[in-house]
């Protein structure tokens, strides 16, 4: 079995900046915390359960607790909710992703999500866009701090709902930003970069070697994900 993993906040879609907006005003309005730092590459795990405990030990000098915490994610997925309401197009489709997920089952590739987003902004997400049905294996920061973790708990979804499979012979991570490539080497897995809607440069100042601006080159993509679960683990 070869596993494709992909995230999914600029990577499948075009919601980062809409997710930092919602997430920022969510700091200010639930936690009365103004300013809150969105360079989420500098915090321990940037990932939205990581964030949120970190701004809020910074903050109160402890971990939220759980109500707490329920009202941060209600309050941050009805804000995204509305903003989709007002403005749809502010939730854009990658390039390509159509039908995308099929042609990789029909190459014999079991597909997972594996987004550091929380659980219930992920699936508003995924419902919102279409990209894909809530069947297919996802984890999210709901289950870990730590991205590469998420991944672990994708995986092991994937192998739940395959018992028949007994090798797993690649595993490729699919993101657009750099902590999705350190997390893929962390596990370790082969690793696509999406460059989507960033910085072009980013990826090739690390040394990663598959990079696609987005999906539509299938067979770019195609070959990149082969050459990338060659990664030898
Ligand atoms: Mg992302």
Not at 62 to 79: D, G, K, T, Y
Not at 173 to 178: E, N, S
Not at 215 to 233: G, H, I, K, M, N
Request: with cysteine.
């Amino acid at each position: 079995m070869k596993m494709v993993i992909f995230d999914i906040d600029g990577t499948l879609t075009n919601t980062n900046t809409v997710d930092e907006e919602c997430f920022s005003k969510t700091c200010q309005e639930v936690l009365g915390l103004e300013g809150v730092s969105t360079d989420w590459g500098s915090y321990k795990h940037s990932t939205d359960s990581g964030i949120v405990d970190q701004i809020f030990r910074e903050a109160v000098g402890r971990p939220p607790n759980p109500s707490e915490l329920q009202r941060f994610i209600a309050h941050f997925v009805s804000l995204m909710d509305a903003v989709h309401r007002k403005d749809a197009r502010r939730f854009q489709v990658t390039r390509g992703v159509e039908r995308l997920f099929e042609q990789l089952v029909e190459r014999d590739w079991s597909v997972g999500i594996a987004t550091g987003a929380f659980r219930a902004s992920a699936e508003l997400k995924l419902k919102l866009t279409g990209i894909a049905p809530l069947t297919v294996p996802l984890s999210t920061a709901d289950e870990a701090f730590d991205r590469t973790e998420i991944i672990r708990r994708t995986m092991q979804k994937i192998l739940e709902a395959s018992p028949k499979v007994t090798e797993v012979e690649g595993i490729v991570y699919v993101g657009d930003g750099l902590w999705d490539w350190k997390a893929s080497r962390a596990l370790p897995a082969g690793f696509v970069g999406v460059t989507a809607y960033g910085d072009l440069s980013r990826f090739a100042k690390v040394g990663v070697q598959h990079v696609v601006p987005h999906f539509e080159e299938r067979d770019r993509f195609f070959q990149y994900l082969e050459e990338a679960s060659q990664f030898e683990r």
